[in-house]
């Protein structure tokens, strides 16, 4: 029974779709849905702003009588962008650059994105009235919150301009926004948000997350021989510095296959411990499992997902994912404990679950001890690549770019996934 709809959806996705055998995601020739691609880059675009302001004209017609279904997963926020009419599209997306350029997080983004927007933070579910809605989502954020998932769209909202107001003074961006982004929301300031308003026409319901991602890919590892550890599903902080802390892992994993030395071990567990922030009792966990691994001759994998930062020093090109698996590969080539044994291999990879990792065609990369080195060989310095940000064309140009994890678009998005995997001389095959 239905009677129309708009899929706001990347560019590529029906190409995607098609190269892959997958035609049968399409909608048929003959339906009353309307496909409209845009958001190049995963970036708010004209195109996105067409297929937005075609959405708004769909919702805003409904009666009483009908029923609104509404699919949301991440990417919506740039698959969505309806600025308020005193902010162009331009000047919206200049202050989501600005902080995105400044480490912010997908929560901070999306604060002041919905804050400057017609539709994000349940103003699509506003819009519905007083048509039934039932929205579908699938959760791209870390601890699955319904109202930062694409910006919520159809979910109460929270924040207020003053939040957007403070995450701004916060990135210390006031000066370098756009006048009518700074005039709109110190004008709104006092204005409350749509927690309070009434929204019982309103179904949300969650159906995917990186727990269930993750578990599947914990399934598939012990299938495979692996003993396997899920470290965390709720991982964050900056691209480097959790690869640095894979690298640390690494060495305590590879640490307990070669002899065990208990002084190293204490070393590298404090380390992981205060540096980095790792839960002791993870931790913990992580050596048990190791020593049964080992003991058992298998080897170990430990997943983890979530979603990391990059803060850009350069203009290179490349994602979270792929800066995340450099910094692990350089910390890897700077520690003799995996740089200079040969009875383990160590291999990190992270990818994420959209199969797109920034502005690229892989969805992440892999690392592991001698990458580095082999990059050194063809004359590519890994470090300088990372200090532009350069991750992409690093993994390309290195090993004839067999680092590269490239998947295609693969018609979900639970956020990032990590693996680490360690096999002993005897387990190798694996």
Not at 71 to 97: D, H, M, N
Not at 189 to 213: E, P
Not at 385 to 398: G, I, P, V, W
Request: aromatic share 4%.
């Amino acid at each position: 029974h239905i009677v129309g709809g708009v899929a706001s959806v990347p560019i590529g996705t029906q190409e995607g779709l098609r190269s892959k055998g997958r035609e049968d995601l399409l909608p048929l020739p003959d339906s009353k849905v309307v496909l409209m691609e845009g958001a190049a880059d995963n970036l708010p675009d004209e195109a996105a702003h067409t297929a937005a302001q075609k959405i708004c004209d769909h919702v805003s017609s409904l009666t009483a009588g009908d029923l609104l279904i509404v699919l949301i997963s991440g990417g919506g926020s740039a698959l969505l962008p309806a600025p308020v009419p005193s902010v162009t599209l331009q000047e919206k997306q200049s202050v989501t650059r600005l902080l995105a350029a400044r480490g912010a997080t997908i929560t901070e983004l999306n604060t002041v994105r919905k804050n400057l927007s017609t539709l994000k933070g349940g103003k699509l579910a506003l819009t519905a009235r007083p048509a039934q809605v039932i929205s579908l989502i699938l959760s791209d954020i870390v601890g699955d919150p319904l109202d930062l998932i694409a910006s919520g769209p159809t979910v109460p909202d929270s924040s207020t301009p003053q939040d957007a107001i403070n995450v701004i003074h916060k990135y210390d961006i006031q000066d370098d926004i756009p006048l009518s982004v700074w005039s709109y929301l110190t004008r709104q300031y006092q204005r409350k948000n749509t927690k309070d308003q009434d929204f019982s026409h309103v179904q949300n319901v969650l159906v995917g997350s990186n727990s269930i991602a993750v578990g599947a890919a914990k399934v598939c590892a012990e299938k495979l021989g692996y003993r396997t550890l899920v470290h965390s599903t709720c991982l964050q902080g900056e691209a480097r510095t959790v690869g640095e802390m894979y690298a640390t892992m690494a060495t305590l994993l590879v640490n307990v296959f070669n002899s065990r030395d208990r002084i190293v071990e204490k070393s590298l567990f404090n380390s992981l411990l205060q540096k980095y922030g790792v839960d002791g009792a993870c931790l913990r966990s992580v050596l048990q499992v190791a020593v049964e691994a080992e003991g058992q001759r298998k080897p170990v994998c430990v997943i983890s997902a979530g979603e990391t930062t990059v803060t850009l020093r350069g203009d290179g090109k490349g994602g979270r994912n792929q800066e995340m698996a450099l910094a692990t590969a350089v910390a890897m080539s700077r520690d003799a404990n995996l740089r200079y044994q040969s009875h383990t291999q160590v291999v990190f990879m992270s990818a994420g679950t959209d199969g797109q990792d920034g502005p690229t065609d892989a969805a992440g990369a892999l690392a592991d001890p001698g990458q580095v080195t082999r990059a050194d060989e063809q004359g590519l310095a890994a470090t300088e690549f990372l200090e532009n940000n350069d991750a992409y064309n690093f993994y390309k140009s290195t090993d004839g770019g067999q680092g590269l994890v490239t998947t295609g678009l693969t018609g979900t998005n639970v956020m990032d996934i990590q693996i680490l995997t360690v096999c002993g001389q005897r387990d190798s095959n694996l």
